[in-house]
């Protein structure tokens, strides 16, 4: 599986910002989806995941009920919708593919960086 995640740019707090992930490969259908952050200095943060069948998703704490994942098995594509962004949402995100729990996926996209401005 090969991933091309984009849709980030520069966005004042409160904005919104969609990011895709384009997937090429057979076997995007077969993938828990997902999306995981690196802010400067931080660690890697688990965002949000999307199971393999689209019909369950997963959050972190920090962005629940302001960010929404989705796929689309028509076009080998995963989605993130921000809402109320934040300056600390500032991050490159990174799409991955993984049935284990996205402590390790085997699949990354290159990631596309967000900013969020106060």
């Known amino acids: 599986v090969q991933l091309q995640a984009s849709g980030g740019g520069l966005v004042q707090a409160g904005g919104s910002l969609r990011l895709s992930c384009a997937a090429s490969?057979?076997?995007?259908?077969?993938?828990?989806m997902g999306w995981i952050r690196q802010a400067p200095g931080k660690e890697r943060e688990f965002v949000a995941a999307?199971?393999?069948?689209?019909?369950?998703?997963y959050y972190a704490d920090s962005v629940k009920g302001r960010f929404t994942i989705s796929r689309d098995h028509a076009k080998n594509t995963v989605y993130l919708q921000m809402n109320m962004l934040k300056p600390e949402d500032t991050a490159i995100y990174y799409c991955?593919?993984?049935?284990?729990?996205?402590?390790?996926?085997?699949?990354w996209g290159q990631g596309t960086l967000v900013t969020v401005s106060s």
């Open positions: 490969g057979r076997t995007f259908s077969r993938y828990a």
């Open positions: 999307v199971s393999a069948s689209g019909t369950s998703t």
């Open positions: 991955a593919a993984d049935n284990n729990g996205f402590h390790s996926p085997p699949y």
